[in-house]
């Protein structure tokens, strides 16, 4: 039964999490729901006999521990972790500084480590389990100037997701690398994306890409959270649900655009790659 299902999800009061967290309990899942603040679930969400608010540091790890074992002890057990808490960085890669850098992957990269290393245990001995890594297209295709440190977060996620896959499924659990575009959410409002403490005059580059995000694609974008929250279900029920997954019309087309940039420039360069081995002596 759907219902007995439990989903953990993390970065919840707001987003693609907060709009997933509202359609499961509205299909009757089951559903832990973590945020920095207990509160702003509880505002958000409201009373519900389905639903556990927690409030958690996921660059914590004793933090998610505790979490994750309060969720065992509720439910008793978790079926589905979707690892979505996370943040925008903006900033060349020179201008941020290493406490800036080290805070987006401590949130972005760590955090998600933290959750699969203490449920992927759980769903072992269950033999059973999906984990969905919410990455971004910017995590296959990074050539955005003012968001290389967040892009490189993006891309830490995609890769160990990929190793995470194999690993897991000998034990009956689905993992999926999920690349969404960009959806109508508040990832690039001022409370959200964070900025460079101390920018360099001379990327100017850097500063109009940052801009056309925060002032013209904020609030424009062309996918709808809603309609990503009931794909997400949707990919839960596939008897052989896909590893990587994009997510919007717009992250297919820049995933092409890269595949196919990436394939030119590999056989451009073709004599030269394949130019290192050792010379073959004649028998």
């Not at 707001?14 to 499961?24: M, P, Q, T």
């Not at 933290?114 to 297209?137: L, V």
């Not at 009956?172 to 960009?182: E, N, Q, R």
């Amino acid at each position: 039964m759907k219902s007995q299902k439990v989903w953990f999800v993390t970065g919840a009061s707001k987003g693609l999490g907060l709009s997933l967290v509202k359609e499961l309990l509205a299909q009757d899942y089951l559903v832990v729901a973590t945020s920095r603040t207990k509160r702003a679930l509880e505002q958000e969400i409201g009373e519900n006999e389905n639903f556990l608010p927690l409030e958690v540091d996921i660059t914590n790890d004793a933090d998610v521990a505790r979490a994750v074992l309060s969720a065992i002890d509720y439910f008793g057990r978790i079926d589905v972790l979707v690892n979505n808490a996370g943040y925008g960085q903006t900033g060349s890669v020179e201008e941020l500084s290493d406490s800036e850098a080290r805070r987006n992957f401590d949130v972005n990269v760590f955090g998600s480590l933290n959750a699969i290393r203490h449920i992927a245990p759980h769903m072992r001995r269950q033999q059973s389990g999906h984990i969905f890594n919410i990455a971004s297209i910017g995590g296959l295709a990074g050539n955005y100037p003012g968001f290389g440190i967040y892009c490189s977060t993006k891309f830490a996620v995609s890769g160990f997701t990929e190793a995470l896959a194999v690993e897991m499924q000998p034990f009956g659990i689905h993992t999926t690398l999920v690349y969404p575009g960009y959806f109508r959410t508040d990832f690039l409002s001022d409370g959200s994306i964070q900025t460079a403490a101390n920018p360099i005059e001379a990327y100017v580059t850097a500063r109009e890409n940052e801009a056309a995000h925060l002032h013209q694609i904020h609030g424009n974008q062309t996918n709808d959270p809603q309609k990503a929250a009931t794909l997400l279900i949707e990919l839960s029920t596939l008897t052989h649900p896909p590893v990587h997954f994009l997510m919007g019309e717009d992250a297919f087309e820049l995933a092409k655009n890269k595949i196919n940039m990436l394939t030119a420039e590999i056989e451009k360069w073709k004599s030269y790659t394949v130019s290192t081995g050792f010379e073959q002596t004649a028998q």
